[in-house]
């Protein structure tokens, strides 16, 4: 139970008094090094005229503000009862991990990956909470523990903290495991050559009290955009049912089988099921073939009968064989429908085949055949399955494999296609590239070919794969390095300044944003990480949650109307360039909290995506466009002026040099006020310690850090 209290806002008069702290906080702040970093750079670069339009319609938005009033404003905890079970379930888009570091950042779009801008710290021995991480341990442990298995897992495919985030989300079941324990079995996984994210794990059903503990791997729990996570498995059998009335009418809708069991065999099957932990719909029913009489019987599945919308339900095994047997008319059709590929085998040749695919337990459309390019007489024949070569309704069928490969005519179309650089390669440099490459057995697309900067002749060239730099569905193509540096101190800037604009407004109401604020460690890359929110919002007076309630607008498009919102403890808020799939999924593996909503800013937006707001799984984070984030802070007068002008910057699509002068100078102008107004700078984590030490909270307990 958290308790009420009273947090005295006053305006520092004196003016020695201000001096004195403000060389105080020059000398701790963080932003001092970046400053003198910014600065050196400033003085190898032009001058900028005094006349230009940009400058001046930054200089215009400073006005002097209002004078602060001493406010007393009471301000009170709500209670902390869990919220999850209040919280309703959103889908999230189709994850695709880009291929380059998060470091390259392209500055041509507005789905983009930052650098870490956060102070990240390992922790030592002396501050650490784990000591089974400390000097002491092996430096070669850690490496020892992957390279003594030849096999392929990526070594940070799922954390601990992956699994306690998916407990928080769902309100149904939790996540029962330890460190030591989730470490213990993410090994033994690895010794038998599982991939972490199929290695069961245990979880507690939060419904039914004698259900208890159950295993589930974390891919299964976490289901996907198009299939609903799964949970305690007793819950789902108890839940799920088939009568016999199903049964028949499925097998009365079936022209080829029909149901082949009486209504007391349909109930002691389903009974013997559920003592064995069966679902009702992989329970073995009997069936009748109808198309041959000697097939006779056979059992199958209820589920496997039915089938889905995407794939037709099974029949008869003996029917099934017969309709797969492919003739080399079947074949030679195909390769005459084809004009890029042709069938190139004799019937005897053929039929050997066929044979040593059945003696191999290889169905006939897996059976590798001979077929020859049409397109190049030079690359010759080649292997391919029948159904490959084929395709299906929705997938093109494959053909000849030299063909597929990069040609030198594709980087020339893709460096066309981009307005930001252009492929600077003759067709022998191409050529001698791909050769190397096939000598140190890379792939065509991994190949590093060579790029110019289009934005700035400076740059020059630059070294990048082909399947870097072209663009695929949720991420954008790569560019010039250099661009993607400028670009990240521009972030820094951006992101900065907003922290100033909210600190800012809040504080003219009566309000503290507390900005850099710890709120968890994870445990990644064999060493310990602090996560830093960018802002966090006390739910103590109750603005933001008056704010949503009270605007039907707010609370339809946050999609907040199912949850209680005085359960809330906080609102963290994190700001960000990179609305890409896998850095929403980072940050909220990284902040997120059980009884807290996080809201993922994103300054960048694509232009052609009209939604504001992007769905996630989680049912307390959401991922916000820019415009609807001043909405929810309420933003009014200057401040919205100020707040819309640092977005019309960023939003420009040829940030230079010029562009970081002008946000480096307006951080500045924004420093300098909120310091005449409140005495100092940004309200940190030192300062959120003593408002929570004040009502008898313990700081890390209340983040929940370990």
């Known amino acids: 139970m958290l308790n009420r209290g009273v947090v005295n806002m006053?305006?520092?008069?004196?003016?020695?008094?201000?001096?004195?702290?403000?060389?105080?906080?020059?000398?701790?702040?963080?932003?001092?090094?970046?400053?003198?970093?910014?600065?050196?750079?400033?003085?190898?670069?032009?001058?900028?005229?005094?006349?230009?339009?940009?400058?001046?319609?930054?200089?215009?938005?400073?006005?002097?503000?209002p004078e602060i009033s001493e406010q007393n404003t009471p301000l009170n905890f709500p209670k902390t009862s869990p919220i999850v079970s209040s919280m309703e379930g959103q889908s999230i888009p189709t994850i695709i991990k880009p291929n380059k570091e998060d470091n390259m950042v392209d500055i041509s779009e507005y789905s983009v990956l930052i650098s870490q801008t956060k102070p990240i710290s390992m922790i030592t021995e002396k501050n650490s909470k784990d000591k089974r991480y400390n000097d002491s341990t092996p430096k070669n442990y850690y490496n020892n523990t992957y390279n003594n298995f030849n096999i392929n897992i990526k070594k940070s495919r799922i954390i601990y903290e992956d699994c306690i985030a998916l407990g928080n989300s769902r309100d149904d079941i939790d996540f029962a495991m330890t460190r030591e324990q989730f470490n213990d079995a993410i090994?033994?996984?690895?010794?038998?050559?599982?991939?972490?994210?199929?290695?069961?794990?245990?979880?507690?059903?939060?419904?039914?009290?004698?259900?208890?503990?159950?295993?589930?791997?974390?891919?299964?729990?976490?289901?996907?955009?198009?299939?609903?996570?799964?949970?305690?498995?007793?819950?789902?059998?108890?839940?799920?049912?088939?009568?016999?009335?199903?049964?028949?009418?499925?097998?009365?809708?079936?022209?080829?089988?029909?149901?082949?069991?009486?209504?007391?065999?349909?109930?002691?099957?389903?009974?013997?099921?559920?003592?064995?932990?069966?679902?009702?719909?992989?329970?073995?029913?009997?069936?009748?073939?109808?198309?041959?009489?000697?097939?006779?019987?056979?059992?199958?599945?209820?589920?496997?009968?039915?089938?889905?919308?995407?794939?037709?339900?099974?029949g008869c095994p003996k029917c099934s064989i017969q309709d797969l047997s492919i003739h080399i008319e079947d074949c030679i059709a195909l390769g005459n429908s084809r004009d890029d590929v042709d069938f190139a085998m004799t019937r005897k040749k053929f039929n050997e085949a066929i044979k040593m695919g059945k003696e191999m337990k290889i169905g006939?459309?897996?059976?590798?055949?001979?077929?020859?390019?049409?397109?190049?007489?030079?690359?010759?024949?080649?292997?391919?399955?029948?159904?490959?070569?084929?395709?299906?309704?929705?997938?093109?069928?494959?053909?000849?494999?030299?063909?597929?490969?990069?040609?030198?005519?594709?980087?020339?179309?893709?460096?066309?296609?981009?307005?930001?650089?252009?492929?600077?390669?003759?067709?022998?440099?191409?050529?001698?590239?791909?050769?190397?490459?096939?000598?140190?057995?890379?792939?065509?697309?991994?190949?590093?070919?060579?790029?110019?900067?289009?934005?700035?002749?400076?740059?020059?060239?630059f070294p990048a794969a082909y399947s870097n730099v072209k663009d695929i569905p949720n991420r954008k193509g790569t560019g010039c390095p250099r661009c993607s540096d400028i670009f990240n101190i521009l972030c820094i800037h951006v992101h900065t300044a907003i922290k100033y604009i909210v600190s800012s407004f809040l504080y003219e109401i009566g309000i503290k944003s507390y900005s850099e604020i710890l709120v968890s460690r994870i445990?990644?890359?064999?060493?310990?990480?602090?996560?830093?929110?960018?802002?966090?919002?006390?739910?103590?007076?109750?603005?933001?949650?008056?704010?949503?309630?009270?605007?039907?607008?707010?609370?339809?498009?946050?999609?907040?109307?199912?949850?209680?919102?005085?359960?809330?403890?906080?609102?963290?808020?994190?700001?960000?360039?990179?609305?890409?799939?896998?850095?929403?999924?980072?940050?909220?593996?990284?902040?997120?909290?059980?009884?807290?909503?996080?809201?993922?800013?994103?300054?960048?937006?694509?232009?052609?995506?009209?939604?504001?707001?992007?769905?996630?799984?989680?049912?307390n984070v959401r991922v916000i466009r820019y415009d609807l984030f001043a909405e929810l802070i309420g933003f009014k007068d200057i401040f919205l002026n100020k707040f819309k002008q640092i977005c019309k910057i960023f939003d420009n699509d040829n940030l230079g040099n010029d562009s970081l002068e002008d946000l480096y100078n307006f951080k500045e102008k924004l420093l300098s006020e909120f310091f005449k107004k409140s005495g100092r700078d940004l309200f940190r984590k030192k300062d959120l310690e003593i408002i929570l030490k004040s009502l008898n909270i313990d700081y890390y307990s209340f983040f929940g850090i370990d």
């Open 187 to 314: 090994r033994k996984g690895r010794e038998k050559r599982i991939p972490p994210s199929q290695v069961k794990l245990t979880w507690t059903c939060l419904i039914e009290g004698k259900h208890g503990r159950f295993p589930a791997t974390y891919s299964s729990v976490k289901g996907t955009r198009k299939k609903k996570g799964s949970g305690c498995s007793k819950c789902s059998i108890q839940n799920s049912s088939i009568h016999f009335e199903d049964y028949t009418a499925l097998g009365n809708s079936r022209g080829d089988i029909d149901s082949a069991m009486t209504r007391n065999q349909f109930n002691n099957a389903i009974k013997k099921g559920r003592e064995k932990g069966k679902f009702p719909s992989h329970v073995k029913f009997m069936w009748t073939c109808l198309r041959d009489e000697e097939h006779g019987r056979f059992p199958a599945i209820y589920k496997d009968v039915k089938g889905t919308r995407n794939r037709k339900g099974s």
């Open 364 to 461: 006939p459309n897996k059976v590798k055949l001979t077929w020859i390019c049409l397109k190049d007489r030079e690359h010759g024949r080649f292997p391919g399955a029948y159904g490959d070569v084929k395709g299906t309704p929705n997938r093109k069928g494959t053909g000849c494999p030299r063909c597929n490969e990069i040609q030198f005519e594709d980087c020339i179309a893709l460096g066309n296609s981009r307005d930001d650089i252009d492929f600077s390669m003759t067709r022998e440099q191409f050529n001698r590239a791909r050769k190397k490459g096939k000598e140190k057995g890379i792939g065509p697309n991994k190949v590093k070919f060579t790029w110019t900067c289009l934005r700035d002749g400076e740059h020059g060239d």
């Open 523 to 619: 445990y990644e890359d064999f060493s310990w990480k602090d996560c830093i929110i960018d802002s966090f919002l006390l739910n103590i007076n109750c603005y933001l949650e008056n704010r949503i309630l009270k605007s039907s607008k707010l609370l339809h498009e946050l999609r907040l109307g199912g949850m209680n919102l005085s359960n809330i403890k906080g609102f963290l808020f994190d700001y960000t360039a990179d609305v890409s799939d896998k850095n929403i999924n980072s940050k909220i593996r990284k902040y997120q909290k059980k009884d807290m909503l996080l809201f993922i800013v994103g300054t960048k937006w694509k232009k052609n995506n009209i939604e504001r707001v992007i769905n996630t799984i989680y049912k």
């Open 10 to 65: 006053t305006k520092k008069n004196n003016k020695s008094n201000v001096d004195s702290m403000f060389k105080q906080i020059q000398e701790i702040t963080e932003d001092k090094i970046i400053h003198k970093n910014i600065d050196s750079m400033f003085e190898q670069t032009p001058e900028i005229s005094e006349d230009k339009i940009l400058h001046n319609n930054i200089d215009s938005m400073f006005e002097q503000t």
